[in-house]
C-alpha cells in the first residue's frame, strides 16, 4: 500500500526540486515524489523522504549511535544550547518562516526552534536511515529527506529563513544560496573546552582541532559575515550511562570501545559542556 504523504512535507513542496533535474519541482504521487521528467523519490513508511541517490559522501550515524543520542538528548542535557539556537532564529525572522536543519540528526534542535517559532515550518536532511526515522517524528511542522551536505541541496534558491548546522559539516556555497537575503544561518560548534575531562581521561576521543574556528572563518567569510556569537557553557554530572550516551552518540564512537568507560578510574565527577552558536547574515 503507497505511503501518504507527510503533513509537514507537504509543507515544502514548492521549494524543493529534483535533485537529478535541479529546477524541476516534485508532486507527490503513489508513495513517492515524482518530477516532471519521471524521476521518482520514495516516501519511506518511516515518513521521511529518499531524495539522496547513488552513493554518498558518508552514511551517517548508525543504530548504536542514534540510540546513545536519544537517550543522551531525552535527558535535556543539552537543553541550553538548543533553546539558545532556538533563540537566535526567533531573534531573526517573523511570519511563517522556512527553517532547513542540515545534518539533522534525530531533530532535536529542529524541533526547539519550531516550538518557539509557532508559524514556522522545517526540513531535516541527513545521510542517516536510522536518524532521519527520528526525525521525521520530531515535530509535526517537521519534515526529514536523506540528503547529503556536500552536495547541492535539493532546494530552490533564496528560499529558506533560516538554516541550521549544529554539530554538523557545513556547505557554505549551498547555505547560502538557498537562503533568502535576509535569512540567517546559525552554526554550533564546540570550544576547546568542551567535554575536556573526558578527552583527558579517554583514549581514542577525537580531539578538536585548535584551528578550527579560523577554518570555520576562513570557510564561511567569503559569503557570510557574523551578526551575534553566544557561548553556551555550564557542567553536567558524569554518571554513567549518560557519559556512555554521550561517547557513544559522537564521532569517538566510530573508533574506541564503550567497554569499561565508565570505570571509577576513568570518570570525572563534572564534565563541561562548551559551545559557541553563531548568527551569520548572507554577504
Request: charged content about 25%; proline content about 11%; some cysteine.
Given at each position: 500500500m503507497p505511503v501518504s504523504l507527510p503533513p509537514a512535507l507537504e509543507l515544502f513542496l514548492d521549494l524543493l526540486r529534483c535533485p537529478t533535474c535541479r529546477t524541476r519541482?516534485?508532486?507527490?504521487?503513489r508513495g513517492a515524489l515524482r518530477c516532471p521528467a519521471g524521476h521518482t523519490f520514495d516516501i519511506a513508511r518511516h515518513g521521511y523522504a529518499g531524495l539522496l541517490t547513488g552513493s554518498r559522501a558518508t552514511s551517517g550515524d548508525d543504530a548504536a549511535m542514534i540510540q546513545a543520542r536519544d537517550r543522551f538528548l531525552a535527558t535535556d542535557t543539552y537543553a541550553p544550547i538548543r533553546e539558545v539556537v532556538a533563540d537566535l532564529a526567533a531573534d531573526a525572522v517573523s511570519g511563517q518562516p522556512t527553517v532547513v536543519d542540515v545534518g539533522?540528526?534525530?531533530?532535536y534542535y529542529l524541533a526547539g526552534v519550531l516550538d518557539q517559532l509557532p508559524g514556522a515550518c522545517g526540513l531535516g536532511l541527513d545521510t542517516s536511515v536510522r536518524a532521519l526515522r527520528s526525525a521525521a517524528r520530531a515535530h509535526e511542522?517537521?519534515?526529514?529527506?536523506?540528503?547529503?551536505v556536500f552536495r547541492p541541496f535539493p532546494l530552490a534558491s533564496g528560499v529558506v529563513d533560516v538554516v541550521l548546522d549544529v554539530f554538523a559539516p557545513r556547505n557554505p556555497a549551498e547555505f547560502h544560496r538557498v537562503l533568502r537575503p535576509t535569512g540567517r544561518l546559525i552554526v554550533v560548534r564546540p570550544t576547546g573546552r568542551h567535554l575536556a575531562e573526558l578527552r583527558g581521561r579517554?583514549?581514542?576521543?577525537?580531539?578538536?582541532?585548535?584551528a578550527k574556528e579560523q577554518?570555520?572563518?576562513?570557510?564561511?567569510?567569503?559569503y557570510f559575515e557574523a551578526a551575534v556569537t553566544e557561548q553556551v557553557e555550564y557542567t553536567m554530572p558524569a554518571t554513567g550511562q549518560a557519559v556512555l550516551d554521550l561517547v557513544g552518540m559522537t564521532p569517538s564512537a566510530r573508533h574506541l570501545s564503550l567497554a569499561g568507560?565508565?570505570?571509577?578510574?576513568?570518570?570525572?565527577?563534572?564534565?563541561?559542556?562548551s559551545v559557541l552558536a553563531t548568527a551569520y547574515q548572507p554577504r
Open positions: 519541482r516534485l508532486h507527490p504521487g539533522c540528526g534525530t531533530g511542522r517537521a519534515a526529514a529527506a536523506a540528503w547529503d579517554v583514549p581514542g576521543m577525537v580531539r578538536i582541532d585548535p577554518r570555520l572563518h576562513r570557510a564561511l567569510d567569503p568507560l565508565t570505570g571509577d578510574a576513568l570518570l570525572p565527577d563534572r564534565i563541561t559542556v
